[in-house]
């Protein structure tokens, strides 16, 4: 085998087809396949939604440093039988351009259990808010979008931060604090 | 190949990054349980080598090094010191492990001293960063756990830096300088890929050997049979460009430049 430098001139993907914007989407997780995977042993998960007032979501925001996008918070209490077994909450964070749906499990003593990421989007352009583009992908399943020379799904290059998730569960273990403790 | 494998793919915030994980095997539940572990993995690696942790045993090393202690290490960062402190020497410095202000007091990987039993020493006081090495490290780890599961297939990505093993993978990467656009490059087949650019962020890569920040329009993928050699090597290529082609060959490694024109320029391995 032997080597040497070569030069291509490659047509990125999504340039010619969807025009000046792309973007990419994956679901890892329904909402029922994580609350199984947070705890396995649940024969029931109770919603116990709380809606905060803005006086309170001000209280969550001086105990974490972290302000919440939304007043109501999803969450459900995980039950075998009668036993408590701990908290369920679904929440959302904003990515590198939209949201990313997540969720935090809290035992019963209110120690984290298990963090997933349920649906992770990443658009760019301001074209991207249009629902019609929206449509060529969200919905289908994995492995069906996107389908131009191939799939994107196996991406490299810049690191994305994760510190949106972090804050998130410092905002949510706050939540716990004042409001389900 | 049996029709009725399990494949699933899952995500968690991990090395300040998102780690996605694809796995395929004989149960969804030996998967998921096979999946869990290699995120385990990940997480005792930066547990181990976060730079930022004041807990973590990279932390402990470093202010042993100040003081110029001796120190005993896991066997996991003795093994990657050795691996950094080799590569160190195999490209004459331009990869540096030393953090950017201890380079300029004149210390560097050289001066880490690797003694008997995971004891480390440093002969100058010097600040380590694992951070060109560690995430690599992270994702060999986690498909070491893939496959000690007898996993049919993997994939891990960490945040861009990746490995897979059992069947060939469509990769593309990030486009250098255009948010959105995606270029493909060969599939990866029993191999890891990694990628570093600073065409998105103001923060520098920094020469091991000239001290001076490098900036490069181009972003460097690495193709390599490690995610931490590919990892790593994306450093030196992106400060030497073509010159590191003799490096390449010696680590049997492709590189890939991707210029925001759309030029790949690529040292690939052509079959005979």
């Known amino acids: 085998m032997n080597a040497r430098w070569r030069t291509y001139c490659i047509v990125p993907l999504a340039v010619m087809a969807a025009g000046p914007v792309a973007g990419w989407a994956a679901q890892y997780l329904a909402l029922e396949e994580a609350q199984k995977l947070c705890f396995p042993g649940a024969d029931a998960f109770v919603p116990s939604d709380i809606t905060l007032t803005r006086e309170q979501m001000r209280a969550v925001k001086k105990d974490s440093g972290v302000r919440a996008r939304t007043g109501t918070q999803k969450l459900w209490r995980a039950m075998r039988g009668q036993e408590f077994l701990g908290w369920f909450i679904k929440d959302e964070v904003l990515g590198k351009h939209e949201l990313i749906t997540w969720a935090l499990a809290l035992g019963p003593d209110g120690a984290v259990r298990r963090i997933e990421i349920l ?11 249009g629902a019609q583009w929206r449509a060529q992908f969200y919905g289908k399943k994995h492995g069906a979008a996107l389908k131009l020379d191939r799939d994107i799904k196996n991406i490299g290059g810049a ?15 706050s939540f716990y604090e004042l409001f389900l403790k | 190949m049996n029709c009725s494998l399990s494949k699933l793919r899952r995500c968690h915030p991990l090395l300040g990054t998102f780690v996605e994980i694809t796995a395929a095997g004989d149960t969804a539940a030996a998967v998921q349980a096979a999946i869990d572990e290699a995120f385990a993995a990940i997480g005792r690696v930066q547990a181990l080598m976060s730079f930022h942790d004041p807990a973590s045993e990279l932390s402990r090393v470093n202010r042993a090094a100040a003081s110029g202690k001796t120190v005993r290490v896991s066997p996991q960062i003795y093994h990657v010191l050795a691996f950094a402190k080799a590569l160190h020497a195999g490209t004459q410095g331009i990869f540096d492990i030393a953090a950017a202000r201890t380079q300029d007091q004149g210390a560097g990987t050289a001066d880490i001293e690797l003694l008997p039993d995971h004891a480390v020493r440093c002969l100058r006081p010097l600040t380590i960063d694992l951070g060109g090495v560690a995430k690599g490290f992270a994702v060999d780890c986690a498909i070491e756990v893939l496959r000690g599961a007898d996993m049919d297939s993997a994939l891990v990505n960490a945040g861009g830096d990746m490995r897979c093993f059992g069947r060939p993978q469509p990769v593309c990467i990030r486009h250098p300088g255009m948010p959105g656009r995606f270029v493909p490059l060969p599939d990866l087949n029993d191999a890891a890929l990694a990628t570093s650019a600073n065409s998105y962020t103001a923060c520098a890569h920094f020469h091991g050997r000239t001290r001076g920040p490098v900036r490069r329009p181009f972003s460097v993928s690495v193709r390599a049979t490690t995610c931490m050699m590919a990892d790593a090597l994306t450093k030196v290529v992106l400060a030497c460009g073509q010159r590191s ?28």
Do not use: Q
Not at chain 1, 119 to 129: L, N, P, S
Not at chain 2, 265 to 271: L, P, Q, S, T, Y
């Open chain 1, 159 to 173: 690191t994305l931060s994760c510190r949106h998730i972090t804050d998130g569960v410092k905002r949510l273990l």
């Open chain 1, 119 to 129: 649906d992770y989007r990443e658009t760019y352009g301001y074209e991207v808010r």
């Open chain 2, 245 to 272: 082609a003799p490096l390449l060959s010696e680590f049997d490694a492709d590189a890939f430049m991707v210029y925001p024109d759309g030029r790949v320029i690529c040292w690939e391995k052509e079959e005979a």
